[in-house]
């Protein structure tokens, strides 16, 4: 079987566990503040914040912003649920702007409908590890006064006109183990704000920036240096994983490029492409994933169901309609193209595509 995600791990990590283990300091200490340095350095930001979780980091993000109940926060439906749920966490409401087409981010064209007198920020999801358009969206950021956040979870690397993303607004990352690199558990918060920076340290020990002296509400969202051992490791290796992502994703654009019913990702001028996943389009694509599944080819769908349309958003009277996020939920399909993959495995995975001939409608 070619699995769809694999992560990288080698006798550096498991050396790296074995001295913290060997230490006798677990949890977080020396090796949190090491990666974060080095990772606040790799994203080209003054601060790094490290949590437990992607999701903690974006709630600890938001909350470090101040926002919460009444105020409203632009993103993506076309995500996974943990970019919607972390704005909700806060008391706040996400509000949904529909995705382009062609790159499966928030569409900067539909963010100003959506602003009212509520609105306090704007979260573009980098989805797939294709930038979103940080131009157009920090103009519109600029000019009615909002905040910038990023959900750079699946984008670790990704730029935009050779910066970062991770580094317009505040970001936050996962090092889940299907991602671009990870802790096992993991996320961080990325900032050039100070005081957001010192806020979601705060907000990470429960609201204490001097033991047992609590300023505000917090939560326990501590990255362990068990954890923070392993993510030194990978983040040294990162530059290498995205490359090697990069050149599976090319390599099978080249290989799909005559076949007309699939349609490959697209990588826009000035941007850089992380790939965590790569995602074609095609028509009855739940097929096409059985097909592959039976000749030991794993893909993914990225995501079924968009979260404007998820059972709990529904009862919590979500009824929008999001046109190109519906249609995207229907044709996505991620073939795999992480590290672990080879050049012949690119081979199988295009010929597989190849012999199943395409839609039947
Ligand atoms: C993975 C992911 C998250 C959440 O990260 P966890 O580490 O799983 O909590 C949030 N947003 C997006 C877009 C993700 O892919």
Redesign the pocket.
Known sequence: MIPIAKPQLDETEIQAVTDVLRSGIIAEGQRVKDFEQAFAEYTGTEHAVAVN??????HAAILAHGIGKGDEVITSSF??I??AN?ILFTGAKPVFADISADTFNIDPHMIEEKITPATKAIMP?H?YGHPAEMDAIKDIAEDRGLILLE?A??AHGATYKGKKVGSFGTG?F???PT?NMTTS???IITTNDEEVASKARMIRAHGSKQRYLHEMLGFNLRMTDISAAIGIAQLKKLPDYTSRRQHNAKLLTEKLSNIEWIKCPEVKENCTHSF?QYTVRTQDRDELSDYLRIKEIGTGIYYPIPIHRQPYYKELGYNDSLLATEKASREVLSLPVHPGITDEDIDTIANAIESWGGPSC
């Open positions: 979780s992607g999701t903690a980091a974006l995500s996974f943990a970019t972390s999801v989805l959900d979870c699946q936050s996962s090092f889940y991602k558990e993991g996320g965590h």
